[in-house]
């Protein structure tokens, strides 16, 4: 994938937002109140949805990716780049597909995308452990990709409708 130097200076800035955002998760801990391992908000998720739909699935990948790679080296634990890495890979995948349905909403995209990110994590879990017994979580944490998915969206539509009347996404 060739970019101009715009379309790249747009990829490192909402990369770098997505960094930010999945730092100022930390400061939620929602694990307090759901004590599932795997249960985030998926701030950075935002990012990904949008870029989805204004750049399209190549650089939303590209951004996806990097900070995936990115925020594994930050925190130190490269043991998590698998599970950032096959969630991310599923749920971009599914979100790419799921909005080329004309009568699917973001919110249901972004549903989607969060129910098939919780899925690739456990896949990495059953990986990593060797055992199925993180399949068992998996229908709490579909529940629970329902909500996040739905933030994620929201969100997302409303950085759309605040973003339409300006040039900021344009070319």
Same mark, same amino acid.
């Given at each position: 994938?060739?970019?101009?130097?715009?379309?790249?200076?747009?990829?490192?800035?909402?990369?770098?937002?997505?960094?930010?955002?999945?730092?100022?998760?930390?400061?939620?801990?929602?694990?307090?109140?759901?004590?599932?391992?795997?249960?985030?908000?998926?701030?950075?998720?935002?990012?990904?949805?949008?870029?989805?739909?204004?750049?399209?699935?190549?650089?939303?990948?590209?951004? &996806? %990716? +990097?900070?995936? =790679?990115? @925020?594994?080296?930050? #925190?130190?634990?490269?043991? /998590? $780049?698998?599970?950032?890495? *096959?969630?991310?890979?599923?749920?971009?995948?599914?979100?790419?597909?799921?909005?080329?349905?004309?009568?699917?909403?973001?919110?249901?995209?972004?549903?989607?995308?969060?129910?098939?990110?919780?899925?690739?994590?456990?896949?990495?879990?059953?990986?990593?452990?060797?055992?199925?017994?993180?399949?068992?979580?998996?229908?709490?944490?579909?529940?629970?990709? &329902? %909500? +996040?998915?739905? =933030?994620? @969206?929201?969100?997302? #539509?409303?950085?759309?409708? /605040? $973003?339409?009347?300006?040039? *900021?996404?344009?070319?």
């Amino acid at each position: 994938m060739k970019l101009t130097a715009n379309q790249l200076t747009r990829c490192a800035l909402l990369t770098a937002l997505a960094l930010a955002l999945s730092y100022l998760e930390n400061f939620f801990p929602l694990s307090l109140a759901v004590p599932i391992p795997g249960v985030k908000l998926g701030l950075a998720n935002i990012v990904t949805v949008f870029a989805l739909y204004a750049l399209g699935p190549g650089q939303a990948a590209l951004i &996806l %990716f +990097t900070r995936c =790679l990115l @925020g594994a080296m930050f #925190a130190g634990n490269m043991n /998590a $780049l698998l599970f950032s890495l *096959l969630g991310g890979a599923a749920a971009m995948l599914v979100m790419t597909l799921l909005s080329r349905l004309r009568r699917l909403s973001v919110y249901g995209v972004s549903m989607g995308g969060a129910a098939a990110h919780n899925c690739g994590q456990v896949a990495a879990a059953v990986l990593t452990l060797g055992n199925t017994a993180p399949l068992y979580c998996l229908p709490f944490l579909l529940g629970v990709s &329902l %909500f +996040t998915g739905a =933030l994620t @969206g929201l969100v997302s #539509a409303c950085l759309f409708r /605040a $973003l339409a009347y300006t040039d *900021l996404m344009k070319g």
